[in-house]
């Protein structure tokens, strides 16, 4: 099989109703009914789950009843776990399924949705409300982050042409110069500077209903998106010679795709902070798993991605009754995970 930058053309030589397309067809759907099934009695499990431990019949109860017999548990449930719950798995779905579009809008299996600078941006804007005494840096985490997208796309689309790896060096270049501005920012608050180190390693905890109203029709938006873009992107996988032969506009492609992708990560950076790995480890996983096919991979991602960050977030919570930055712990899953995958890789390549 010959790979265009890692990824398989694979997919292109398998006609639609052929027999292997069938079964991973139908591999994908048990493993997604499996993911979805977890997720579910795991959404229940961590809403009572905690320093205070609410049994799971009676969070039940206040789900579908809003009971009010004990107003400290509901208030618990409503207010402090279900937006913090949900969080969680919006931004673990948009981060897992955003890594699969910018690794096929760029061509690169290592991009994430953090190689533009996305993160960058949303970082430093963050950090700056904060410096002025902002309380809720989620607006000037989001408008920076698109002012860092706006500063890439020009950068890397002189004359209507977005080359892939023009991208990723105006990715690198914005989000060098960003880092710095974090940096400096950091010097500048002195003995304060830990107001800030929690919200950029990665933190839900403090995840509102607002936040969610903020997360919610990006979601929508990019999840609907997914069903009407997979075959645009297995095309675009194959290269831009043979894509334009296909009739595929790139351009107007790659345009379209930034745009939506990094509101929706310039969203969830601002409400959850950095949080990494996520857009890296779950396209991977499951294009071992199940295909390079982006009509299987783009769903169970997304639900895979929520699953990864709802863990992630809520089992150092729920087990031992600590705080511990998400994005530690996806770096902590993430850092072996690659470390494996290029061992293996490499005892592919001697073999």
Partial sequence: MTTHFGFTREWSAIPERSLVFFKRKKRARILTFALLSCLVVLFFYFCGSGFIHIPFLDVLKIMFKQTNENQLWHDVVFNIRLPRILGSMMIGGILAGCGILFQAILLNPLASPYTLGISSGAAFGGSLALYLGFQNPVFSAFLWSIVSLMVVILLGGPHKILHPTRLILSGVIVSSIFSAGVSFLKYLFNEEVSSILFWLMGSLVGVTW?????????????FVMFSFISDALNILCLGDDQALQLGLNTFLMRVFTLIISSLAIAAAVSVGGVI?????????????LISPDHRLLLPISIIGGALLLLLADNIVRAFLQLEIPVGVITTLLGGPFFCFLLIKSEGKKHQ
């Fill in 276 to 288: 990494g790995f996520v857009g890296l480890i779950v396209p991977h996983l499951f294009r071992i």
């Fill in 210 to 222: 607002k936040d969610i109203i903020l997360l919610t029709p990006f979601s929508v938006v990019l």
